[in-house]
């Protein structure tokens, strides 16, 4: 007999490392406190955004999960943007577009990858993804996604790579995955 206590603790460490990873790609290259604020004001920020961010991204999750079969790229814009408006109200943080759409995608992409949830219909981006894209959409070459906060360039970049993967027979969540895999491998 499986013990069900080590069954919830393997799913909340999956759950805890997506969530962790998420939060660190969205802020890796993609500054999030305001310049020229106190101690005092990151600290308040600090608690303020490690209380709020994780529970919207379980949020998001949850709800994408209750919609799984139907969820779309309109879906998906409506969470990433639901997201960076709720998190925008912390004093001291520039909470963009680019944080939200990085650390929900990067979280679906884990719980995906982990077999928990469906296969996204997004993708994260980063400049990675807009150097391959760029091949298609030679736009991609001018962007730096990390001044990314609005959400018809969003779009446009979505649809773009959406295509660009179509192209190759494959969903968008594949394609990137297979970008992601194959660039890390040159690094190595």
């Given at each position: 007999?499986?013990?069900?206590?080590?069954?919830?603790?393997?799913?909340?460490?999956?759950?805890?490392?997506?969530?962790?990873?998420?939060?660190?790609?969205?802020?890796?290259?993609?500054?999030?406190?305001?310049?020229?604020?106190?101690?005092?004001?990151?600290?308040?920020?600090?608690?303020?955004?490690?209380?709020?961010?994780?529970?919207?991204?379980?949020?998001?999750?949850?709800?994408?999960?209750?919609?799984?079969g139907k969820v779309n790229i309109d879906f998906m814009v409506r969470q990433v943007l639901s997201l960076k408006d709720k998190?925008?109200?912390?004093?001291?943080?520039?909470?963009?577009?680019?944080?939200?759409?990085?650390?929900?995608?990067?979280?679906?992409?884990?719980?995906?990858?982990?077999?928990?949830?469906?296969?996204?219909?997004?993708?994260?981006?980063?400049?990675?993804?807009?150097?391959?894209?760029?091949?298609?959409?030679?736009?991609?070459?001018?962007?730096?996604?990390?001044?990314?906060?609005?959400?018809?360039?969003?779009?446009?970049?979505?649809?773009?790579?959406?295509?660009?993967?179509?192209?190759?027979?494959?969903?968008?969540?594949?394609?990137?995955?297979?970008?992601?895999?194959?660039?890390?491998?040159?690094?190595?």
């Amino acid at each position: 007999m499986i013990n069900t206590s080590i069954i919830d603790n393997r799913k909340l460490f999956i759950y805890e490392m997506a969530l962790r990873n998420a939060m660190a790609s969205a802020t890796r290259r993609n500054r999030l406190y305001k310049k020229g604020i106190t101690k005092e004001e990151y600290r308040k920020a600090y608690n303020e955004v490690y209380d709020l961010w994780p529970a919207l991204l379980y949020s998001s999750v949850n709800e994408y999960i209750g919609h799984e079969g139907k969820v779309n790229i309109d879906f998906m814009v409506r969470q990433v943007l639901s997201l960076k408006d709720k998190m925008s109200h912390i004093d001291n943080i520039e909470f963009k577009l680019s944080h939200a759409q990085k650390s929900l995608s990067v979280f679906l992409k884990y719980l995906w990858c982990y077999g928990v949830i469906v296969e996204p219909p997004i993708c994260p981006i980063d400049a990675m993804v807009l150097g391959k894209g760029s091949d298609v959409n030679p736009i991609f070459k001018d962007i730096i996604w990390t001044n990314i906060d609005d959400v018809i360039t969003y779009r446009r970049i979505m649809v773009s790579l959406m295509n660009l993967a179509k192209s190759k027979e494959l969903t968008l969540a594949k394609w990137e995955l297979i970008e992601f895999n194959n660039n890390n491998d040159k690094e190595l």
